[in-house]
């Protein structure tokens, strides 16, 4: 990593913004400022609005092969500035170069081409029947409008996946964007705006809006939908602020997933993905394992497995390119600080710290591979979400008491179940209150791009990813044609003679009236 500070990126918005407050951007691993970003205030918001409204109907224009022609140039710019865009997510976050590739540089270098692929299919027209008399005859579409100018707002776990992946799907059905990153980690979206200019989108048409969360609350009022990533806490005021704008929000928040092994899974597999999904990213991912729930019989042994893994990761030195070490900092300062309080909790509560507990001294953001036992709902690092490196493993009876103290939780994100009988497994998957559920897997799910990936409960509303995760980008609009038996007058027309009212009567008798009633 560079020990000095790199030349600021600009926003396309910054130049009207030239005497705008300065945000340093730190790198958590060293804690030195790697670069300066404009925090922008809404009149600066404002008119990059301005703008992207004014290039929107040409963008819309092009058509979906059109578009797509542009995002597949940015899915092979990605691959051709891997290193570029790597080193730039782990300069910002504090992450390892594996964790960055597999989630950052991976997601983008597939988001671009599936988005491309894909938008026009899922946007398609459709022709629908009708059950209704009325429509007898008539030809009933179903088409979907881009909506005009979609707002996202990112958090800091990962800048490319979750800020500018969310943008590409709006782009690919015709919308202009504007991207507030998160304040911590504003580099990657900068570059990937750098990106899209290179591979010929218009300006205008993705900009990246840098600031804090005023610059977010900015932006809430001048867009036409908002997709919002972040905390369950600034979730609820995004929702509100989209209530009072009278504009449609998607919501992608907290999590606090739960992986359940039964006594017949396989319990190195089981073992492994606990290990790994709770240290990925140094467990600031919001479909981390957070916990986990072992059957009686296998509790012991499987403890055993994951402490002797835990064990052997590496953490605490800057992540200074591939292979350096296992889990890198924290990104998010204020983050440390709730780890700490989760472990030094439980610790007074009655837990086990069996790998871990002790955070090093500065410069970096550091938390050690934690792993706690003799666990319970009445400690917060079983029931708030963690966001860090930490993995608390609770005995249960049996399956039942798995499953009851896995949705026994505000959120509802993802969920993993372990068990070599996999028609047992689905049956439980079924029964586990979240978004998404794993069976002898963790996470992998969110990169299937075709299936929709959103919170339960407290965890969001809406989703990313599949249909859904595109028409939320756009305005239905349903068209009926009559072109043939157009009557002069339709019976039920007026003048009310007391005909018609018969007529209308009978055909409702006749259509309604003849269902079976048991
Ligand atoms: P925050 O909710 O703190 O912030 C998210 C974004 O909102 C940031 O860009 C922030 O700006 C901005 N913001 C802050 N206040 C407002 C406001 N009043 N109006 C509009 N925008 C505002 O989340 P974090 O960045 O801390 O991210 C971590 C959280 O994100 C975790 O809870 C995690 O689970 C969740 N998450 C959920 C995912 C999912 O798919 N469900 C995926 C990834 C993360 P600034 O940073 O500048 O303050």
Redesign the pocket.
């Known amino acids: 990593m560079s020990t000095q500070e790199t030349e600021a990126p600009t926003t396309s918005a910054a130049p009207e913004a030239p005497d705008a407050p300065q945000i340093a951007v730190v790198d958590p691993a060293s804690g030195r400022v790697i670069q300066h970003v404009p925090d922008l205030d809404a009149e600066a918001v404002r008119r990059a609005a301005e703008r992207g409204r004014a290039v929107q109907p040409a963008w819309a224009a092009l058509g979906f092969e059109g578009r797509a022609r542009i995002l597949r140039r940015a899915q092979k710019w990605v691959v051709d500035h891997r290193e570029e865009i790597i080193r730039t997510v782990v300069s910002e976050t504090g992450k390892v170069w594996e964790d960055a590739q597999l989630a950052d540089y991976g997601y983008g270098a597939a988001a671009f081409g599936f988005w491309a692929d894909n938008a026009e299919k899922y946007l398609a027209e459709e022709r629908v029947k009708s059950a209704s008399p009325m429509s007898k005859g008539k030809k009933l579409l179903i088409r979907y409008e881009p909506l005009g100018l979609v707002g996202v707002?990112?958090?800091?776990?990962?800048p490319l996946a979750?800020s500018v992946g969310d943008a590409i799907p709006a782009l690919a059905a015709g919308n202009s964007v504007l991207l507030?990153?998160?304040?911590?980690t504003p580099l990657t979206s900068l570059l990937m705006e750098r990106a899209l200019l290179e591979c010929g989108m218009p300006e205008g048409v993705f900009q990246v809006v840098t600031?804090?969360?005023?610059?977010?609350?900015a932006?809430?009022d001048v867009v036409d939908m908002i997709m919002?990533?972040?905390?369950?806490?600034?979730?609820k005021?995004?929702a509100k602020?989209a209530a009072e704008a009278l504009i449609p929000c998607s919501l992608?928040?907290?999590?606090k997933d739960a992986m359940v092994v039964l006594a017949d899974a396989d319990l190195d597999r089981a073992a492994n993905q606990a290990v790994f999904y709770s240290m990925f990213n140094a467990g600031?991912?919001?479909?981390s394992v957070e916990r986990v729930y072992v059957e009686a019989p296998v509790y012991d042994a499987f403890v055993a497995k994951v402490v002797e893994k835990a064990r052997t990761l590496r953490s605490g030195v800057e992540p200074s390119g591939p292979g350096a070490t296992d889990v890198g900092a924290l990104t998010?300062p204020p983050?440390l600080e709730t780890v700490r309080r989760h472990v030094d909790q439980a610790r007074e509560a009655g837990a086990t710290i069996a790998v871990g507990g002790n955070p090093p001294e500065g410069p970096g953001l550091f938390y050690p591979p934690t792993v706690l036992t003799n666990v319970d709902h009445s400690m917060e690092a079983m029931t708030e979400?963690t966001?860090g490196p930490t993995l608390p493993i609770m005995k249960v009876a049996d399956v039942e008491e798995a499953i009851k103290m896995a949705n026994d939780s505000p959120y509802g994100?993802m969920a993993s179940v372990f068990t070599k009988d996999a028609e047992k497994g689905e049956a439980v998957a079924r029964r586990l209150e979240a978004g998404m559920v794993h069976v002898n897997a963790v996470l992998m799910g969110y990169l299937s791009l075709e299936l929709p990936?959103?919170?339960w409960k407290t965890?969001?509303v809406g989703a990313?990813h599949g249909v859904g995760g595109i028409r939320k980008y756009t305005k239905t609009q349903s068209i009926v044609v009559s072109s043939r038996m157009n009557l002069k007058r339709e019976p039920y027309e007026y003048p009310y003679t007391g005909t018609g009212y018969k007529l209308v009567g009978a055909l409702n008798k006749f259509l309604y009236g003849r269902g079976r009633r048991d």
Not at 153 to 158: A, F, L, Q, R, T
Not at 228 to 235: A, D, M, Y
Not at 252 to 255: A, P
Not at 284 to 287: G, L, N
């Open positions: 707002i990112g958090p800091w776990n990962y979750n507030k990153p998160s304040e911590e600031g804090r969360g005023q610059t977010g609350a932006l809430i919002f990533t972040g905390s369950t806490r600034t979730g005021l995004v602020a992608e928040l907290g999590g600031q991912t919001c479909v998010f983050q979400e966001f994100l990936m959103g919170g965890s969001g990313r």
